[in-house]
C-alpha cells in the first residue's frame, strides 16, 4: 500500500495560483498512477487530473484543461497539481489517489487539502 499526504491548499482571489503537493510514502511510487480529484458542497466527486507512472500521459477533466498542470517528481515520491487562473467553481477539497497501474480503481487515498477562491 502506499501513504499520501496533500499539502498546498488555502485561500486564494479569482485569477490566483495554487501548486497542491502530494507526498507519498509506503510503496515505490513508480508502481503507481496518480491523480487528484476535487469534491466541492453539492457536487459529485470529480477526477479532476491524472498521470501516468513515467509521467508520459496526462488527463485533465474539461473544466481545467489549459489552467492545472499535474506532474511527478520520482525522485520526491511527490505529485503536484499547479492551478492557475483559479475560479470560484474551483472551491473544493482536493484529494490525491493512487492506483496500481494494473488496477482500474484508484485505491488509495489522502486526507485532502481545501481550496478557496473568492474575493
Known amino acids: 500500500q502506499v501513504q499520501l499526504v496533500e499539502s498546498g491548499g488555502g485561500l486564494v482571489q479569482p485569477g490566483g495560483s495554487l501548486r497542491l503537493s502530494c507526498a507519498a510514502s509506503g510503496r515505490t511510487f513508480s508502481n503507481y498512477n496518480m491523480g487528484w480529484f476535487r469534491q466541492a458542497p453539492g457536487k459529485e466527486r470529480e477526477l479532476v487530473a491524472a498521470i501516468s507512472r513515467s509521467g508520459g500521459s496526462t488527463y485533465y477533466a474539461d473544466s481545467v484543461k489549459g489552467r492545472f498542470t499535474i506532474s511527478r517528481d520520482a525522485a520526491k515520491s511527490t505529485v503536484y497539481l499547479q492551478m492557475n487562473s483559479l475560479k470560484p467553481e474551483d472551491t473544493a477539497v482536493y484529494l490525491c489517489?493512487?492506483?496500481?497501474?494494473?488496477?482500474?480503481?484508484?485505491?488509495?487515498w489522502g486526507q485532502g487539502t481545501q481550496v478557496s477562491v473568492s474575493s
Open positions: 489517489a493512487a492506483k496500481l497501474v494494473s488496477m482500474n480503481e484508484y485505491a488509495y
